[in-house]
């Protein structure tokens, strides 16, 4: 059965700074794994996602994410947060093939001016 | 452009009412899925369809009912035996294998109890 957790249900920080959302996941095979944003009353946006290949994965609005299968981890980051990455941050694995998608309980981004 | 559309943005039940949500996506896209979202909880899997005419309960079906007629439609029944309707539901749709595809979401419609 696959699993994900994320830490920390907020999170603060300043514009300029550093953003790191944390996801951990469990998996019985290699797992597939994406970040979604939400904004208020709207639906997810794909931000990125991992299959195979290059553990680095880059995506829009100048996030990425690192695989790092030794720590089940695939933790989402940002050089330099700005006001309108102010949203909830979902992070979701999945087996592959057609199992279905398992989804983390989100993380919520403030932005301080 | 293509994409996904639900409505009515926001909804409201009375006691004892079944209510429908409507979800249509002109992506071509075989398989649809819908959410609940509550605060706190991410999102919990009620019901998904690979094909027309063929779906599968999720993990919270309880209390909802699906069809799934036609590729571009997938309309939920939230049924009076829901005894806790009030949520935020999202309507997603995918090409391919769900592993390595993405979903694609709709804005989703806001349920609540009058």
């Known amino acids: 059965a696959q699993s994900v957790t994320q830490l920390g249900s907020h999170v603060s920080v300043s514009e300029g700074a550093l953003v790191l959302l944390r996801c951990n996941y469990s998996?019985?095979?290699?797992?597939?794994l994406f970040w979604y944003v939400q904004y208020p009353n709207q639906g997810l946006q794909l931000l990125l996602k991992?299959?195979?290949?290059?553990?680095l994965v880059k995506g829009i609005n100048g996030f990425e994410a690192e695989f790092k299968k030794s720590e089940t981890s695939f933790h989402l980051t940002k050089p330099s947060a700005h006001m309108s990455d102010a949203a909830e941050y979902f992070c979701?694995?999945?087996?592959?093939?057609?199992?279905?998608?398992?989804f983390g309980t989100g993380t919520k981004l403030q932005v301080i001016p | 452009d293509g994409g996904i559309t639900q409505s009515p943005k926001y909804l409201f039940r009375k006691e004892g009412q079944n209510v429908t949500l409507s979800c249509e996506q002109n992506?071509?896209?075989?398989?649809m899925y819908w959410y609940r979202q509550d605060p706190g909880q991410g999102l919990r899997l009620i019901y998904y369809?690979?094909?027309?005419?063929?779906?599968q309960k999720g993990d919270i079906a309880e209390g909802y009912s699906v069809s799934r007629e036609k590729k571009e439609s997938f309309p939920l029944t939230v049924t009076s035996a829901q005894k806790n309707p009030t949520a935020f539901y999202l309507c997603a749709s995918h090409r391919g294998e769900v592993g390595n595809q993405p979903q694609h979401f709709g804005d989703g419609t806001r349920l609540s109890i009058l």
């Open positions: 998996s019985s095979v290699p797992p597939y």
């Open positions: 992506l071509n896209h075989d398989a």
């Open positions: 369809s690979q094909i027309v005419n063929d779906f």
């Open positions: 979701a694995v999945s087996d592959g093939g057609y199992q279905k998608v398992t």
């Open positions: 991992y299959t195979t290949g290059a553990t």
